[in-house]
């Protein structure tokens, strides 16, 4: 029996097909309320994601490195790091358990893991299907309470609670 799923699994594993990353980057957008918008981003990023055939069949994980994220306010990022745990949370990680096909592109489903805590994510996308690439495109929000993360405050300004995500990675197929 152990040898049939041994071969099952291998053979799964021989359809599916390594979806690399070109380039790409992701960018969270908040605001200090009375200051300044925070629009911290990152192009350093890492998959394991895999495709049978359909752009509907791409799963895996898109995640990066914390301490990558950069903002304009540099003085101000040893502030975001500390309110995101890095030292003990290294990574922010996107799962994609599935893909839908919409009216105005695609919903790709998966989980969002930050602060050491995942929550079942939505995101709408544009998935465009080149010869040899693969571009995902869009956005969502989260709430930071959301993950156990109270928002800042600094004397009598506050960062907004409302995380605003765009991405936008170009995979080689």
Do not use: W
Request: proline letters at 2%.
């Amino acid at each position: 029996m152990s040898k049939i799923l041994i071969i099952l699994c291998l053979s799964l594993a021989a359809i599916a097909s390594s979806l690399n990353i070109k380039k790409g980057e992701i960018i969270a957008h908040t605001e200090v309320f009375g200051d300044s918008q925070i629009n911290p981003s990152t192009k350093e990023i890492n998959t394991f994601l895999t495709i049978q055939k359909e752009v509907e069949s791409i799963r895996g994980k898109i995640y990066f490195d914390t301490i990558t994220l950069i903002s304009q306010k540099r003085d101000r990022d040893s502030n975001m790091y500390e309110l995101l745990n890095f030292q003990k949370y290294k990574n922010i990680s996107f799962d994609i358990s599935s893909i839908v096909k919409n009216e105005n592109g695609y919903y790709i489903n998966g989980d969002l893991t930050l602060n050491g805590i995942t929550k079942n994510i939505t995101t709408n996308g544009e998935i465009i299907n080149n010869k040899d690439a693969i571009l995902l495109k869009g956005g969502f929000s989260f709430n930071l309470t959301d993950f156990n993360l109270e928002p800042p405050t600094m004397f009598f300004l506050t960062v907004r609670n409302q995380i605003d995500i765009s991405y936008n990675i170009q995979l080689n197929k």
